[in-house]
């Protein structure tokens, strides 16, 4: 595999554990909050990313490119509201984003057809990854500061499963 992808993409395994550790933290932030249900959101967005590392992880090792696994960042704890957790989410996900683009951007170039096959499926996950928060903010502004709202959006949340 070219080098430079080599790298990007090894360096994508490190971005995706992030954000599996940045959805940790919101996590804790709902749990603390006793808003089990966004908690619970989170919890599966977690697990989501750490699977989307294991298939750069996977991908690289069949490609016979060797894993460099690098430090992983601390992620922010304190979040002013319901609000602001989810625009860091749909601000956390356009950068994820961006990255995956380059990713495709580079494969392109190098005309590394496997990777492109492989890069599609993160093309078509990430409208997804964007879709999710801008949805909830979209309701979260219909709530405002009702709590009666608040509460119902936390059981929608409750109610996702992990596919
Ligand atoms: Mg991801």
Redesign the pocket.
């Known amino acids: 595999m070219d080098k430079k992808l080599a790298k990007e993409m090894n360096a994508q395994i490190t971005?995706?554990l992030f954000?599996?550790y940045l959805y940790l933290s919101m996590a804790a932030y709902f749990e603390d909050k006793s808003l089990t249900g966004m908690a619970n959101w989170m919890k599966i967005q977690a697990k989501?990313?750490t699977?989307?590392?294991m298939k750069f992880f996977s991908f690289l090792i069949d490609r016979g490119v060797k894993v460099e696994l690098d430090a992983i960042a601390k992620p922010s704890a304190d979040f002013k509201s319901i609000k602001a957790v989810f625009q860091e989410t749909l601000a956390h996900?356009k950068t994820?984003t961006a990255s995956?683009n380059n990713l495709y951007s580079i494969a392109q170039k190098v005309e590394d057809n496997p990777s492109l096959v492989f890069l599609g499926w993160?093309i078509n996950?990430?409208v997804e990854?964007e879709k999710n928060p801008t949805e909830i903010l979209a309701k979260l502004e219909y709530i405002r500061e009702d709590s009666a709202g608040v509460i119902m959006l936390d059981k929608e949340l409750g109610a996702r499963v992990k596919d």
């Open positions: 971005k995706e954000s599996a989501e990313e699977e989307h590392a996900e994820v995956i993160f996950e990430q990854e």
